[in-house]
């Protein structure tokens, strides 16, 4: 099973799973979690690795939730409290709070508290799902500057 199918469905824009969660955390208006589930299931109705409650006469899934058919097996998420996750703006707030810190090792620790390296960014504080996005491409391009080395084990 090749897990880029997964991967590109989480990440893709503009209709992956977390560019859907962004959109639906940024945007003005009433929003909530079952929203965002209802246009990630419009947007992703037709891809073979993601299933959703399809209407009120469904039964197959309960409510609130979406299921990614992942290599390991089917993987359920339940979506209330995404949102919120989504735009917890703690550590922002966090960092600038230790960067003001007098302590020199903490001042350190959180570099990307110093607002002044803020000017130009984007008004809005990156969401969860964007540093997690991030992250990864991150892991994947230093994995990809290594060299695999493979142990083979033989069990009598």
Known sequence: FNNKVICDLVEA????????LDEESIRPGDKSD???????SQALATHKHFKA????????????VF?????AGDVTYNVNGFLDR???TLFKDLSRLMF???NKILKECFPEGDESTWAGAAKRPPTAGKAFVTSMQS??????TKIPSYVRCIKP
């Open 67 to 71: 299921m990614l058919v992942h290599y």
């Open 86 to 88: 989504n735009t917890d």
């Open 53 to 64: 409650k399809q209407g009120p006469s469904d039964r197959s899934m309960g409510e609130g």
């Open 100 to 102: 003001k810190s007098s």
């Open 139 to 144: 892991m994947i391009e230093l994995l990809n």
């Open 13 to 20: 824009r503009p209709a992956g799973i977390i560019a859907l």
């Open 34 to 40: 079952v929203i965002w589930l209802e246009k990630m």
